[in-house]
């Protein structure tokens, strides 16, 4: 692996800037992608959690049957309850060549959901988030979902924001463009990353374990609360589709999550704006999945 994240520097046919444009080298991405996903999946079936398949990779499994052609990550969901389990049961051990990577493994971890990564030598580079070597390659985001309110408090919703983003200007992942992220940077750092998380878990399990509110949100997500939040009952009992040949749990409404994330989520975009969104470099390697494997 070291050899290869040297390699980073070096000028690549297979990149371009800081992510991925050519399509083969994307494929190869996705397969170790779904190579991850797989060991997730049996790994929860093994501890009987619940989880669903989210985001850009459940729009995929709706409208494609597998990913997005011009997508180049892979995103589930899970309650909370089952997320703390997930995190406490998979600790820092190795299991089928991945790793667990959130703030209870690496105690400089910038954001609120998880990762799990793959330690294969694929040749693939994480070229955006500064995490250490052995956190470099390919992953699966895991995000919890954590009981909300039909409409979030703008109070509650800037609280969260600012914790976010002083967790993000601490590793310089944003720049404190703005009067607010300076005021932010200089907050940050006063606290560490372990107060800031505490802070954060806080505020988005606010509701959790108290009166039903009927709600889920994903408050780790990137889009705005409003596009996160989903009735309880719209997740239910998962689901099986086909995903890339294999089947995956999926929400029991998937179409309003989609509808509330997406709008006519069915529509392609315009060709212009099919292109990937994440920061991979491929540099070479001998493990890249093929598509028989």
């Known amino acids: ?21 050519n399509r083969d080298c994307l494929r190869k991405l996705q397969l170790i992608q779904l190579d ?9 079936k093994e501890n009987n959690l619940t989880y669903y398949l989210a985001e850009g990779t459940l729009l995929g499994a709706i409208r494609h049957q597998g990913f997005i052609p011009w997508d180049d990550d892979t995103d589930i969901v899970m309650p909370r309850e089952d997320y703390d389990r997930f995190v406490k049961l998979f600790g820092k051990q190795e299991i089928n060549n991945c790793l667990l990577l959130n703030e209870t493994t690496y105690e400089k971890y910038h954001i609120i959901f998880s990762k799990v990564i793959t330690t294969k030598n694929t040749g693939f580079i994480n070229t955006i988030d500064n995490f250490p070597e052995k956190y ?32 993000l ?15 932010y940077k200089i907050l940050s750092y ?5 107060k800031l998380h505490s802070k954060l878990r806080k505020l988005v399990t606010f509701y959790n374990g108290k ?83």
């Open 1 to 21: 692996m070291k050899k290869i994240y040297k390699k980073l520097k070096r000028t690549n046919k297979a990149s371009k800037g800081n992510g991925i444009y």
């Open 36 to 44: 991850i996903l797989k060991t997730i999946d049996s790994f929860c």
């Open 136 to 167: 470099q390659g390919p992953f699966v985001d895991v995000f919890p979902l954590d009981q909300g309110i039909a409409v979030e408090s703008e109070k509650r919703r800037i609280k969260i924001r600012k914790y976010r983003d002083m967790l």
């Open 169 to 183: 200007l601490k590793v310089k992942y944003i720049k404190a463009n703005s009067k607010r992220r300076k005021v």
């Open 190 to 194: 006063f606290y560490s990353f372990k």
């Open 211 to 293: 009166a039903e509110t009927g709600y889920w949100v994903n408050f780790a997500s990137s889009y705005p609360p409003k596009q996160e939040t989903f009735p309880k009952d719209a997740f239910g009992e998962p689901k099986m589709v086909k995903f890339e040949g294999y089947l995956f749990p999926v929400p029991r409404n998937s179409d309003l999550i989609l509808k509330t994330m997406y709008g006519n989520y069915m529509q392609l975009p315009p060709v212009g704006k099919r292109m990937a969104k994440h920061s991979f470099k491929y540099v070479g390697g001998e493990e890249v999945l093929s598509e028989e494997e």
